[in-house]
């Protein structure tokens, strides 16, 4: 059904899995799928979007100058890699275009310091669809932080996307969270 659907969840959360098995899917039944994902970096306008359980596909990169509309116009489906990193404005134009199509968009909803990403905050106040995929925690229990570390340390401040920065990512429940968060405020 035509709609903006947002299907977020913690890094590792197998995000770009679910989307390309969902793809398959639609593609099974003849539906043709467009695949797309923001990019910071104009030079590049094709990508391979990739999965830990071995599956891929080729993707286009848009930014705020790419005619959204031209490039889906000829598919029934518009899924959305990476969705965090999409402006409001492409959100906006995602949210024109879901009249008409089945947009899917994957994505974090929070950066490592629970902030929500500007491209998530769009897609929550116009999304139809709002739902989580879900992760656990090392203890079991529900993954909700984007938690980052630098030299095996919990990471408090910095920009919410360091391009090219050797920083490591887990997903963590809040209670871990918690506990790290206090071991490192004592150092502090
Ligand atoms: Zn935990």
Same mark, same amino acid.
């Given at each position: 059904?035509?709609?903006?659907?947002?299907?977020?969840? @913690?890094? =590792?959360?197998?995000? +770009? /899995?679910?989307?390309?098995?969902?793809?398959?899917?639609?593609?099974? *039944?003849?539906? @043709?799928?467009?695949?797309?994902?923001?990019?910071?970096?104009?030079? %590049?306008? %094709? @990508?391979?979007?990739?999965?830990?359980?071995?599956?891929?596909?080729? $993707?286009?990169?848009?930014?705020?100058? +790419?005619?959204?509309?031209?490039?889906?116009?000829?598919?029934?489906?518009?899924?959305?890699?990476?969705?965090? &990193?999409?402006?409001?404005?492409?959100?906006?134009?995602?949210?024109?275009?879901?009249?008409?199509?089945?947009?899917? $968009?994957?994505?974090?909803? @929070?950066?490592?310091?629970?902030?929500? &990403?500007?491209?998530?905050?769009?897609?929550?106040?116009? $999304?139809?669809?709002? *739902?989580?995929?879900?992760?656990?925690?090392? $203890?079991?229990?529900?993954?909700?932080? =984007?938690?980052?570390?630098?030299?095996?340390? #919990?990471?408090?401040?910095? /920009? *919410?996307?360091?391009?090219?920065? %050797?920083?490591?990512?887990? /997903?963590?429940?809040?209670?871990?969270?918690?506990?790290? #968060?206090? %071991?490192?405020?004592?150092?502090?």
């Amino acid at each position: 059904m035509a709609g903006l659907y947002f299907k977020y969840g @913690t890094m =590792n959360s197998s995000k +770009s /899995a679910n989307l390309l098995m969902i793809k398959h899917n639609y593609e099974e *039944q003849n539906f @043709t799928v467009k695949l797309l994902k923001p990019s910071t970096d104009t030079r %590049e306008k %094709e @990508t391979i979007i990739h999965s830990r359980v071995g599956l891929s596909a080729p $993707c286009t990169l848009i930014n705020d100058d +790419s005619d959204l509309t031209e490039l889906c116009k000829d598919y029934k489906i518009v899924m959305v890699d990476e969705a965090q &990193f999409l402006s409001e404005k492409l959100v906006d134009e995602l949210y024109e275009i879901s009249y008409e199509k089945v947009v899917m $968009c994957f994505g974090l909803m @929070t950066d490592f310091k629970r902030n929500l &990403f500007p491209g998530s905050k769009r897609l929550i106040e116009l $999304c139809d669809s709002l *739902q989580e995929i879900k992760s656990v925690c090392s $203890c079991g229990r529900r993954a909700v932080v =984007n938690a980052r570390f630098k030299d095996g340390k #919990l990471v408090l401040d910095g /920009a *919410q996307v360091e391009i090219g920065a %050797e920083d490591k990512y887990r /997903a963590l429940c809040k209670y871990c969270y918690h506990d790290l #968060l206090v %071991e490192r405020l004592k150092e502090e």
